[in-house]
Structure formats: C-alpha cells, structure tokens
C-alpha cells in the first residue's frame, strides 16, 4: 500500500538495490536471445542456471501481480516492459 511505501521512504529505504542484478540477468538474456532467437531459457539450463532461475521467477512475479498477490515479490511496470520489448512470453 501507499502507506508501507511511504514508511518505507521514511526509513530510507533504498529501492534501487536489486536493480543491477535484475539489468545484469536481463542483459543475458538479451544474448541468449541473440543466440537463440527467443527468450525461453529452458528451465535447467545447465550453461546459465541463474539466468533460468531468474527467468521463471520473473514469470511467477508476473503472474502473482495480474492476480494482486505482492507477497511473492514485486516486479515493476518498467520492467515488464523491457521483458515485453524483447519479445518475453509470459
């Protein structure tokens, strides 16, 4: 809610932490779409297992968001746009 944000604010809690980390496993999955043509990492992809584990866990953060459970963790407009921009299939 608006409230925990703004408690949150009040506190000085820094938003942007994870940030890099979510930039850093979208940008591979950027060349994994370079070189394979899609964004569907298999799910043990054995060459980046942190690049399938991440690309699951944003498909669950997606789906926990159209039906209103934040609980499961947050995943920012922006960002389901750069995921759509590449051509993610949710």
């Known amino acids: 809610t608006q409230d ?5 604010n009040g506190l000085g809690f820094r938003w942007g932490v ?10 591979e999955l950027r060349q994994y779409r370079t070189d394979h043509g899609n964004c569907n990492v298999p799910r043990n992809w054995a060459e980046n297992p942190q690049l399938a ?7 669950t953060k997606y ?6 459970n934040m609980h499961a963790g947050i ?16």
């Open 4 to 8: 925990q944000i703004d408690a949150l």
């Open 18 to 27: 994870s940030t890099s980390a979510w930039e850093k496993r979208f940008d």
């Open 53 to 59: 584990t991440w690309v699951t866990t944003q498909r």
């Open 63 to 68: 789906k926990n968001k159209q039906v209103g």
């Open 75 to 90: 995943i920012t407009q922006d960002q389901i746009d750069a995921l759509n921009g590449l051509g993610f299939r949710w």
